[in-house]
């Protein structure tokens, strides 16, 4: 399998596609200020204790307050506790946990009210991102990530990921992390440690152990109720975690995160350097590469596959539903139950593309077509758990109900990707009255005309849609020509095929759009 990642960065934020054989199967996005990510460390203010939830409610500074169940409390909170009040005490000076004696792990049937109280401050990280209604969902069992192994304050455990197989490996791997690991810190070895070096781990470990540091430092003066670390951003987090000897390109759109990734990639696997490339063309990146229109084919409430058959995903505040149709395929009554069952797997390969894709989360109730012979009803169950192994998500899936129905649960820690589809009618802006087009031109000159001689702006560029981008530049006396003479500099004239018709926008020369 060839995995591509392509990152296109612009003023707006970052967005992060995942390419499996030229397919889309991921996409991330990271808005410039993203806050309230997970991993990120807050120092919370325990406004509410709701014993009949046995539950906290947080103020880490969101409009919602965010919610702490006992459960997430971790076994050594006690000890946490104990180390912010020392910490912003003053009485201790030291970063690491060497000399801190550690509290008794809490009883794990306790009440939260034995261990918070209201107003109490107390370290906590972000486990899943604000979604819809709800405020972030938060823990305070803290853990820092990274390539190779996770370090786990107020430990002194070991674990080792359950996907590397070899005992001769694993003892290998826990005798070195035994021997370099700082006291009173566990560490969780992941899965991409197998076959690595003492030095990979070791450096590994000493930046995590530096972040730990750098968190401790910041502890003491740290403002309730605000962000104390943050986990990095999105597009070096994707690639700490899912990058292997699979990928083949990584393709970045601006020079200076282009640099950044790179550095960051030679820092955790320097034979991988080669394969992060700047992208040079004119074209925009996600154009160039198919991945506008797959987006656009692929997030629409009915999505197509390829044998005429579709599928239907509607979303509701509880779970997601999708029902699977044969179309417009056609089949003899011979081969019924072959044909329902050979849709229903192109529909199961589609759907855990889907899952991914839009990172849906929560339950997902599936309604296949149904098949009454048993065997092909646990040969589709199957072959739709081997497809979900890809999901980087921890999931769940139960056999097909007598009704025919496949319940999931998926892991979900951000809001669900959601990217509108249907355009705005070209002719009425989506209003449903039409603006006269002949003077979609005088618009265009009117704003230009303000910008370069009201503003003097320098070094602008006009973003339109494909045809007026053509009748504004073809031509050897065409209008840009003209707009030269008239206003003396250049301008840039480039075309978006995303606009509708009488869609434009300026960006000034620090790529932000100029409001008008």
């Known amino acids: 399998m060839v995995k591509e990642l392509i990152i296109n960065s612009t003023p707006a934020g970052v967005t992060i596609a995942l390419i499996e054989d030229k397919q889309l199967v991921e996409l991330h996005k990271e808005q410039i200020n993203n806050n ?54 003053g009485s201790v000076t030291g970063t690491l946990l060497d000399n801190l004696k550690l509290e008794a792990d809490i009883n794990k049937a306790g009440k939260i009210s034995d261990v918070l109280s209201k107003n109490m401050l107390l370290p906590v990280q972000i486990a899943k991102e604000p979604i819809s209604t709800k405020g972030p969902r938060l823990s305070s069992d803290l853990s820092i990530a990274g390539r190779y192994v996770v370090l786990v304050p107020f430990s002194n455990t070991i674990s080792i990921s359950k996907k590397i197989k070899s005992n001769t490996e694993r003892n290998r791997l826990k005798k070195i992390i035994e021997s370099i690991k700082p006291q009173n810190f566990g560490v969780i070895i992941r899965t991409v440690s197998e076959g690595r070096g003492v030095a990979e781990l070791q450096k590994d470990l000493l930046d995590l152990v530096a972040k730990w540091e750098n968190f401790i430092k910041k502890l003491p003066t740290a403002e309730p109720s605000k962000r104390v670390w943050g986990e990095m951003d999105r597009s070096s987090t994707l690639i700490r975690d899912i990058l292997n000897p699979d990928f083949t390109n990584v393709y970045v759109s601006t020079p200076e ?24 063309q004119k074209e925009p990146i996600f154009e160039h590469f198919g991945i506008e229109k797959q987006i656009k084919n692929a997030f629409g409430k009915t999505v197509n596959l390829p044998g005429g058959a579709y599928l239907v995903v509607e979303h509701t505040e509880a779970l997601h539903v999708v029902d699977v149709n044969s179309g417009n395929r056609t089949a003899s009554k011979e081969n019924q139950e072959e044909n329902a069952l050979q849709v229903n797997k192109e529909a199961a390969k589609e759907i855990a593309r889907q899952l991914r894709l839009r990172d849906m989360g929560g339950i997902v109730v599936i309604d296949f077509i149904d098949m009454h012979k048993p065997t092909n009803r646990k040969m589709l169950f199957d072959y739709l758990r081997e497809l979900m192994l890809l999901d980087r998500a921890k999931h769940t899936i139960l056999p097909p109900s007598k009704f025919g129905l496949v319940q999931i649960t998926r892991q979900r820690v951000r809001p669900e990707m959601n990217i509108v589809t249907v355009e705005k009618c070209p002719a009425c802006d989506g209003t449903g009255t039409i603006k006269a087009s002949i003077v979609l031109m005088d618009d265009i000159e009117n704003n230009l005309n303000y910008i370069l001689r009201e503003q003097n702006e320098k070094g602008i560029t006009l973003c339109v849609h494909p045809y007026i981008e053509a009748y504004i530049t073809k031509g050897i006396f065409n209008l840009q020509r003209r707009w030269y003479f008239k206003y003396g500099q250049w301008v840039k004239v480039k075309e978006q095929s995303a ?7 300026f960006i000034s020369s620090k790529d932000e759009e100029i409001k008008l």
């Open 36 to 89: 309230y990510a997970v991993g990120d460390i807050y120092l919370g203010r325990i406004k509410k204790i709701m014993p009949g939830l046995n539950a906290a409610f947080v103020d880490v500074g969101y409009e919602k307050d965010a919610f702490l169940h006992y459960f997430d409390l971790g076994p050594q909170v006690q000890s946490l506790i104990k180390l912010t009040k020392i910490k912003r005490n």
């Open 257 to 280: 995160l282009f640099d950044d990734i790179r550095s960051y990639v030679h820092d955790i696997s320097p034979e991988m350097e080669k394969i992060v490339k700047l992208y040079k």
């Open 499 to 505: 606009y509708y018709l009488t869609e434009f926008h």
